[in-house]
């Protein structure tokens, strides 16, 4: 018999400036809540409409020990690294890097998107690694948006992306060090779905619009607000008020690790993050090479 987790807590998304100055709503890291094991941060960047020369991005930057996910709602982003990589993320793609031993990589607006101005909206989501894997060599698994797995609910009122993980019988593309999941759903007024995800993962809802029912209490949610399920069943509830509601659903299972963080490094202890910064200066992860 299928038991409906209950809401845990809720978190409002903070509004911060990373990068370049673009501005993000944080549900996590805050003051709040540090990290949700797997999970690092997650940034819901934007939305915000740039006009033609005004688009700014986050230029180059180390990382080392976790993966890096981006998935572009709105916008075209360039993505650059130290080991000769590149590519343009557009509306709808995703990329999981997956920054292991360290890569020096750079994100920044698209220069067609950049002189014409428009919508910028994304996410990035930090997955940490688990010890085994922290010094893994650098890897990219880039799917494109007609790529990426989808689903409907038999009635037609509920559809699913699914970046990783399994929804309505669809699996994803993307293989991941650890079991994740990470859906993006669209329901239409009224609708709802009923979810299953494991007993031993660890789940929140993430909406970017609408206000949604969530959890066995059916509790009326706003958008930007992080909604953190109990581990007390095995399916969560999202519905959809009078008005469409677009939500993540996110969850994995922890790694109960010491996690030590210094920026954009994010190791077990105190010494793997000095020899972090003593191989990045010393320039062991590389530099992106001058166009």
Known sequence: MTTIRTIQRTFPAVRTIEG?????????????LMDFDPFLLLDEMGPVDY??????????????????????????????????????LRAGDVQ???????????????????????????????????????MTAPRYQEIPSAGIPTAT??????????IAGEAFGVSAAIETHTPILYQHFT????????????????????PLS????YGDERRKIDAQHMV?????????SLAAGAEPLEVLL???????????????????????????VVDYQAGRMGQIASQ
Not at 20 to 32: A, D, E, L, N
């Open 51 to 88: 006009a033609p020369g005004e688009a700014i991005g986050a230029p180059d930057h180390p990382h080392r020990g976790f993966e890096t996910v981006t998935y572009a709602l709105e916008g075209q982003f360039v993505h650059r690294d130290s080991a000769g990589h590149s590519g343009t």
């Open 96 to 134: 999981w890097m997956t920054a292991g031993a360290g890569v020096v990589h750079s994100e920044m607006p698209d220069p067609a998107f950049a002189r014409t101005g428009g919508r910028v909206h994304g996410l990035q989501l930090w997955v940490n690694l688990p010890r085994r894997d922290k």
């Open 187 to 206: 329901l239409q007024p009224g609708a709802s779905v009923v979810q299953p995800v494991p007993r031993d993962y660890r789940v929140f809802a993430y």
């Open 20 to 32: 370049g100055g673009f501005v993000v709503h944080r549900p996590f890291p805050t003051r709040m």
């Open 210 to 213: 609408g206000s949604g029912l």
């Open 228 to 236: 953190v399920f109990g581990n007390d069943g095995d399916a969560v």
């Open 153 to 162: 609910s038999a009635d037609g009122k509920v559809r699913v992306k699914v």
């Open 250 to 276: 996110l969850g994995g299972v922890p790694l109960n690790e010491p996690v030590v963080r210094y920026g954009p490094f994010v190791m077990n202890t105190e010494e793997e993050i000095r020899q972090a």
